[in-house]
């Protein structure tokens, strides 16, 4: 694993409200900034094995909560929900290997700067599908956060308010997690912020999904909506993930669950229905812009932005 060394990343770390630097004292840290809701000793607790850098008062995250679970249910060693905990045949049936994700890793690796680059995972309680080789690569260094511990969490921090300096990290990887967030353009915004000058940020996010996650799901984007989300990057490559076979697939697995109230039966229709997904390589990609369950974009920090009239003439869609 190339996680990033803990001592290191807490002499990175600041105050998620105010970005100055913290003090850290057995059991957790605090701002040092005197005039801070967060000076107070051990204002910033330790759950379980992770630091808690979260401004409470701004976000979704329960304190008290937080701490009695011990930075989360991950952190027990319970088995894995959905599709992840079921045996690897199946798993890989219900959830096929995201080779998207894997080609653009690679694309963004063979971008870093050289040895000991910094990469940022939001939403890193553990490894996602298709961009294990980060977790690999020795010339980089993982700092890896969620809003719950995991196998490779390093710390608990919420991404509306990234506990980093501005231009203190190479490159940001943010899968499947702004369908998650309050305020998704203020979470780029971060990231943008948190980058270097020309830094690399691997985003992907679903258009055409069912409800996951519960409470903790708010958005969806289409291929404009997240390229505009991404207007302060300059695109180096973006697309769908999968096209309308699999958005097919999950429909009727969902449909399944709501006739038989039973989200096993839903995922066993899913298994015997995997064929659909194949029938994503018929479909031309004009088409599957229009119908993807995902997109992907992977970009570079610039100082200007895409202006509101450049993205209407950004559309690749078939409606064109």
């Known amino acids: 694993m190339a996680l990033a060394d803990v001592n290191a990343i807490e002499r990175l ?19 040092t900034r005197p005039d801070c809701l967060y000076h107070a000793p051990l204002a910033f607790p330790v759950a379980g094995r992770w630091p808690v850098l979260v401004d409470f008062e701004r976000s979704v995250v329960d304190r008290e909560a937080l701490i009695a679970t011990s930075g989360g249910t991950n952190s027990r060693g319970a088995r894995p ?12 049936i219900l959830k096929p290997p995201n080779r998207a994700a894997a080609r653009n890793i690679d694309l963004l690796l063979r971008g870093l700067p050289g040895r000991a680059s910094r990469l940022l995972v939001v939403g890193g309680a553990t490894v996602g599908n298709g ?12 700092i890896g956060f969620d809003i719950v511990g995991g196998p490779v969490t390093q710390l608990i921090a919420d991404a509306h308010q990234i506990p980093l300096p501005p231009a203190s990290v190479d490159a940001v990887l943010v899968q499947a997690v702004l369908e998650h967030v309050l305020d998704p353009p203020r979470v780029v915004a971060e990231i943008h912020r948190v980058l270097r000058d020309r830094g690399l940020v691997y985003a992907e996010t679903p258009f055409l999904q069912q409800v996951h996650a519960g409470a903790h799901d708010f958005t969806r984007f ?41 989200a096993l039966a839903g995922r066993a229709t899913r298994a015997l229905l995997f064929w659909l997904s194949a029938l994503n390589a018929l479909v031309p990609e004009r088409y599957a812009m229009d119908d993807a369950t995902a997109f992907y974009f992977l970009g570079r920090k610039r100082d200007g932005e895409m202006s509101a009239a450049e993205i209407l003439t950004y559309y690749r869609g078939a409606q064109s």
């Open 81 to 92: 929900a959905g599709a992840d905990g079921l045996p690897a045949p199946l798993r890989r």
């Open 13 to 31: 770390l600041v105050c998620p409200r105010c970005l100055a630097p913290l003090l850290a004292r057995p059991g957790g840290f605090n701002c």
């Open 131 to 142: 961009v294990g080789a980060i977790y690999r690569d020795p010339h980089v260094q993982v």
């Open 222 to 262: 289409t291929a404009s909506g997240h390229r505009y989300l991404f207007r302060r990057f300059e695109e180096l490559a973006s697309g769908p993930i999968t096209g309308p076979g699999t958005q097919l697939l999950l429909s009727v697995d969902h449909l399944v669950r709501g006739l038989t109230r039973s």
